[in-house]
């Protein structure tokens, strides 16, 4: 067997990508924050991170993406011809405002990357991998006190999240119709300090970092009915999938240690350190379906999740509830052509998408929703390898009921790499 | 005109992204009011249970040395002096011992009697204490003085027996003690080897005459002082006696702090009892807080010490003092074996401070007034 290897022409391209993701990741410490909505339950949750179904609204259960790796529903992988190799970074900036203050906080993070293999493309076995965030809490509030006659300021951080690492195969077991299945473990830890500082030397601040170290299996199983235009008629041209997808309930375990830091111990006298032991809590299964239809250079798609946060188990603080969450979703993607001998700027796509989210929080006894509108772009530098961009504006939450209302502005950028790997030459 | 490719735009703007981060702004207040984290600010005083005073022979490196004796007390002095090579075939006409008077018990001065005796014993100022002077010296006195050392005196010259000094030019080294005494109404101090300024510590100055005669002058090169007495026993005062010395222990077991609990200030006061002081104006009126590692005797493990100052409010004296880290210490990490008291000039004087203590009544009891933040 030889394995083709190909230069790059793009080699500048890749590089200066490469030092941008290394850019972006050494700045993720750095990041000044984002909405106190992530201070309950896991965090905001991770949709995608394939800009180019983010830019469909986050709409990819029956989606197909042209460079990247679906990482909503592993059946999607069954259609990937060539190697494929996604890295991206995101950079998130919240106005949030709750009715008296104001503010703009931003962050900049490494958004995952993810591979996928073509074992045997005829039969859409496909195994992939990859790394990619499942949640992420990140806030950051400072606020001046008095109490018993005492000013300090308080500083309210939160940050880490959870991850996952996933495996997992594709298969087409029959015509039109294709399966999958992945294995996750999720890890990560959440983060929470609270930190207290006196303006005077005379009396001595304090901090809390509580950590949640967070651990466990899951899976993801996925259909995509992608021979459904045929079934109704459609041209040769056109089709209509359907996907499905399901996530069991899994229960990850939580280890909890709290760490006080007294500004009245003499330096370098160690921290306190509690440990309140490990616990298991719910994550609850989530469900989705899609519906996309495809034509010569136009995709359009709609997506329906579900995810039972009601159940999970979770101890909130007063005044903060989880619910089963709904997220709709819909997106339109416009291509000139997908035909590889064409020049690059005859290939690029646009992508435009729209989505509603009724989040799993419920604040004061009130919901908090989201709603926003999305764009994207994806365009190949090299062959098959893509840069894609996508982002969005959206608008979660309101000032009622002391509440908060979020702008969010989304920008993401992943490089796609599409290769042939192992296939054997053409015997002269 | 050469194009720039779309993609190196593209990529420059991802490269941009990490430093749009840095538009952020100030995180602030927004957000706080759903944030279920929240701290509770709480003031408690705690007033002291028990008390213990013992007794903890000074020892080390003072800056005073002490000769003389009241009808509580009396002080005893140590000096060593080393010497270059002699000539043997030298005559010693005197031999004269200078002393800079930088304290006096009581305030005004008094008689002052006392023997210089020569050291017999091997000693050091680290280890020498009150219950080593037996057999130590040579009871027949080698010097002596006798007068008054009044406010206005700031020396003392003590003529000390040639034959002695012979023999410790000729080895090189030699020692004494003062011993005062009965005749003796006071208690002055002087400057040890310790002292910064050259001109305050003690000097030997001999007189040699071999082919002319010259005057041989050294400084002491160690020094000690040991003390004795006895503190008067009243009821509900804490006597603190620099100099002996005599310590106390003081306990708060009625402490009890949430887990948690960052202390932002611990004040401790404690009411002196100025009925039973005893001080100098050379003495310094404050008092050495210590936090006690050790519960047994005699409690010398003791660790972070601070200072009490003195204070008068509402006619009232007090001793002041922050005791944050040790409570800190106690709420959190170390048992709580109480706080050691000490006069500040407890190696230099022999001033008494009067305190009241666990035993008197509640308003005059020591206390600690705690605030703390108590986290979730």
């Known amino acids: ?428 | 005109m050469t194009r720039i490719p779309f993609s190196v735009v593209a990529v420059l703007t991802i490269l941009s992204l990490p430093f749009a981060a840095g538009c952020s702004g100030d995180p602030n207040s927004s957000g706080a009011a759903i944030l279920p984290d929240s701290l509770i600010i709480e003031t408690r005083t705690t007033t002291a249970t028990a008390d213990t005073g013992f007794l903890e022979r000074v020892r080390g490196n003072q800056t005073t040395l002490l000769v003389g004796k009241t009808p509580e007390y009396e002080a005893r002095s140590l000096l060593r002096f080393s010497f270059p090579a002699f000539d043997t075939l030298a005559r010693i006409d005197s031999g004269i011992l200078k002393l800079r008077v930088t304290y006096r018990l009581p305030e005004g001065g008094g008689a002052v009697e006392f023997d210089v005796h020569e050291m017999t014993a091997a000693w050091s100022s680290l280890t020498f204490l009150w219950d080593s002077l037996t057999d130590s010296f040579d009871p027949t006195p080698a010097g002596s003085f006798s007068g008054t050392v009044t406010s206005a005196d700031t020396m003392v010259r003590v003529r000390i027996d040639t034959s002695l000094l012979r023999r410790w030019l000729v080895a090189g080294t030699g020692s004494l003690m003062m011993i005062p005494a009965p005749g003796s109404a006071s208690v002055f101090g002087f400057g040890s080897h310790l002292t910064a300024a050259d001109s305050i510590q003690p000097v030997l100055e001999v007189m040699v005459t071999d082919t002319s005669t010259a005057t041989l002058r050294r400084n002491a090169v160690s020094g000690v002082f040991v003390a004795d007495g006895t503190a008067p026993v009243i009821p509900g005062t804490i006597l603190l006696q620099s100099g002996i010395a005599y310590r106390s222990r003081i306990m708060f077991d009625s402490l009890s702090l949430p887990t948690g609990a960052s202390i932002a200030q611990a004040s401790f006061e404690i009411t002196a009892d100025t009925a039973v002081a005893a001080a100098s104006r050379a003495s310094r009126d404050t008092l050495t807080v210590s936090f006690i590692q050790d519960r047994a005797y005699p409690i010398d493990s003791i660790v972070l010490s601070g200072l009490c100052y003195p204070v008068t409010e509402n006619g009232v004296r007090l001793y002041r003092g922050e005791l944050k880290t040790y409570v800190q210490l106690w709420a959190t990490r170390e048992p709580n074996f109480g706080i050691l008291l000490r006069p500040l000039g407890e190696l230099t004087t022999l001033d008494r401070i009067g305190v009241y203590g666990a035993a008197s009544v509640d308003s005059l009891k020591p206390r600690i007034r705690i605030t703390y933040s108590r986290f979730p």
């Open chain 1, 1 to 428: 067997m030889i394995i083709r290897h190909r230069a790059t022409t793009g080699t500048r391209t890749l590089l200066l990508f490469a030092i941008g993701i290394l850019l972006i990741t050494a700045r993720v410490e750095a990041g000044s924050g984002g909405s106190v909505y992530s201070r309950f339950g896991i965090g905001d949750l991770s949709r995608t991170t394939s800009p180019e179904l983010y830019g469909l609204g986050g709409t990819g259960l029956a989606v197909s993406p042209i460079g990247s790796v679906n990482d909503m529903n592993p059946a999607a992988w069954a259609g990937i011809g060539k190697v494929r190799f996604s890295a991206g970074a995101v950079y998130e900036g919240f106005s949030t405002t709750d009715g008296s203050s104001s503010v703009y906080l931003a962050a900049t993070r490494f958004d995952g990357l993810t591979f996928a293999i073509p074992i045997s493309p005829d039969n859409g076995i496909t195994f992939a991998s990859g790394l990619i965030p499942y949640s992420r809490v990140n806030y950051n509030i400072v606020v001046p006190e008095t109490r018993s006659g005492l000013d300090y300021t308080m500083t309210y951080r939160g940050n880490g999240g959870i991850s996952r690492a996933f495996a997992g195969f594709s298969a087409t077991i029959t015509t039109g119709f294709h399966a999958a299945a992945r294995f996750e473990y999720l890890f990560g830890t959440l983060s929470y300090s609270m930190t207290q500082a006196f303006g005077t030397s005379s009396y001595s601040g304090a901090s809390l970092v509580r950590s949640e170290n967070v651990s466990g299996f899951g899976s993801t199983v996925g259909v995509l009915l992608d021979g459904l235009g045929a079934v109704l008629g459609m041209a040769e041209d056109r089709s209509l999938a359907l996907g499905l997808t399901f996530s069991p309930a899994t229960y990850p375990t939580s280890e909890t240690e709290r760490v006080y830091r007294y500004g009245a111990t003499p330096s370098p006298s160690p921290p306190d350190s509690i440990s309140e032991g490990e616990r298991s809590f719910r994550l609850p299964f989530s469900f989705g379906s899609g519906l996309s239809y495809n034509s010569p250079n136009l995709l359009l798609a709609l997506d329906a999740r579900y995810q039972e946060w009601g159940r999970t188990g979770f101890e909130t603080p007063a005044g903060v509830r989880l619910r089963n969450s709904v997220r709709l979703s819909a997106g339109a993607r416009i291509s000139r052509s997908a035909d590889p001998n064409l020049s690059s700027s005859r290939r690029v796509t646009y992508a435009f998408g729209l989505f509603h989210e009724s989040g799993c929080l419920e604040v004061n006894n009130t919901p908090i929703r989201e709603n926003g509108i999305t764009a994207g772009i994806s365009f190949p530098i090299l062959n098959e390898t893509r840069l894609s961009f996508a982002a969005s504006f959206s608008l979660r939450g309101s000032t009622d009921n002391l509440l908060q209302e979020d702008k969010i502005f989304r920008i993401s950028a992943s490089m796609d790499i599409a290769e042939l790997w192992f296939q054997r030459p053409v015997e002269e």
